[in-house]
């Protein structure tokens, strides 16, 4: 006749984490003898493990935080008959809504965005007219034969 395996209430479990987090009751059927030798439940000392994970988030963060070092980069234009101008790149899937440059009067236009180390493609976008930055020092050919602008942050 199959026996119950002795499986212990929810109360008792938190119980036993309370009394020592580090420390697992292994019952019911197992092969394998105790530290003493016989086969009777046996308690296992965990290692703990918080401090391996504790170094390892340590590096991770340490990278991340180097990954996502943002810098923060000015772009500039002017243009004295433009009404409404935008940055559309990689940087911001080239929507140029989300990067809309602020009017600073005569003809002047900025903006400043935090962006993390890469290589970026980017285009103006002057009053709906897609165009590349005339200050930019690199351009590429994007896939419509035109020109991108060229940003690289380090």
Not at 75 to 82: D, G, I, K, M
Not at 101 to 118: C, E, F, I, V
Not at 127 to 151: C, K, M, Q, Y
Request: proline share 7%.
């Amino acid at each position: 006749m199959p026996t119950k395996p002795n499986i212990p209430s929810p109360r008792a479990k938190a119980a036993h984490r309370s009394v020592n987090h580090q420390t697992q009751r292994v019952s019911g059927r197992h092969s394998g003898l105790s530290a003493n030798g016989d086969s009777s439940p046996a308690l296992y000392r965990l290692e703990p493990k918080f401090r391996k994970t504790e170094v390892q988030n340590k590096t991770k963060t340490e990278r991340s935080r180097r990954a996502t070092a943002r810098h923060l980069v000015h772009f500039e234009l002017v243009n004295t008959v433009a009404r409404k101008v935008c940055l559309a790149g990689s940087f911001n899937n080239w929507k140029p809504e989300d990067g809309q440059m602020a009017r600073l009067g005569d003809g002047k236009w900025s903006k400043d965005l935090a962006l993390a180390p890469g290589i970026y493609e980017y285009r103006l976008v002057i009053d709906g007219e897609w165009i590349p930055d005339p200050r930019a020092d690199h351009t590429v050919v994007n896939p419509f034969g035109e020109r991108n602008s060229l940003l690289t942050v380090s």
